[in-house]
Each structure stands twice: as C-alpha cells, then as structure tokens.
C-alpha cells in the first residue's frame, strides 16, 4: 500500500520519486520530489530564520530546483530574497493538493 506520501503521488498520477538528500557534512533536506524538481524542509518552530535555510541553499547550489519550500508553523507565506518560499503547513497542503509543486 505504501507510505500515505506514495499513495498522493499516485492518487495524482504523478510519477515522481520521493527520496531525501543528505551531504557528507550532515546538511540534509527532507523530502525530494522527482529528480531534483521539489525541495521540502519542514520546520517545528513558529519562524524560520536563515540558519534554517542552509541545506536547501546548499542543495541549490548542487542541482537545478523548480521549487525550494520550507514548511513551517508561521502564519503567512512569504518568499526569501533568493526564491526560497516558506509557507505555512496548511498553505503547502493545499498548494500540494492542488498540483503546484507536480508542474
């Protein structure tokens, strides 16, 4: 049956592999969607602050991204000086839902 993250891929009929990626250094990014075309941090805190922003800077600099997302507990979305969006965990369900990071 898969992981409730296979079976919304495949409820979208979109093939796109689901994977993480980690540097030897112990920089990581939470979920990767397809090969390279989403990035996902999530984040437990109420803002996310720069620091929290470097394996996704990091990844950015190995691969070509159509989105870098953080996910967190702010309220409102808001979008980082270098493209990086940081939405709020019910902003990104729907956004997921609807099929904007699947483009």
Same mark, same amino acid.
């Given at each position: 049956?898969?992981?409730?993250?296979?079976?919304?891929?495949?409820?979208?009929?979109?093939?796109?592999?689901?994977?993480?990626?980690?540097?030897?250094?112990?920089?990581? %990014?939470?979920?990767?969607?397809?090969?390279?075309?989403? !990035?996902?941090?999530?984040?437990?805190?109420?803002?996310?602050?720069?620091?929290?922003? +470097?394996?996704?800077? +990091?990844?950015?600099?190995?691969?070509?991204?159509?989105?870098? %997302?953080?996910?967190?507990?702010?309220? !409102?979305?808001?979008?980082?000086?270098?493209?990086?969006? %940081? %939405?709020?965990?019910?902003?990104?369900?729907?956004?997921?839902?609807?099929?904007?990071?699947?483009?």
């Amino acid at each position: 049956m898969g992981t409730a993250e296979d079976r919304q891929i495949a409820y979208r009929a979109v093939d796109l592999s689901l994977t993480f990626w980690r540097t030897a250094s112990g920089l990581e %990014v939470d979920f990767i969607l397809g090969d390279f075309q989403v !990035a996902i941090e999530v984040k437990g805190a109420a803002r996310v602050h720069d620091g929290d922003l +470097a394996s996704l800077r +990091a990844l950015r600099q190995e691969y070509t991204l159509n989105h870098a %997302v953080v996910v967190r507990l702010e309220t !409102a979305p808001r979008q980082t000086q270098d493209g990086i969006q %940081v %939405v709020p965990w019910q902003t990104f369900l729907e956004r997921l839902w609807a099929g904007e990071f699947c483009r």
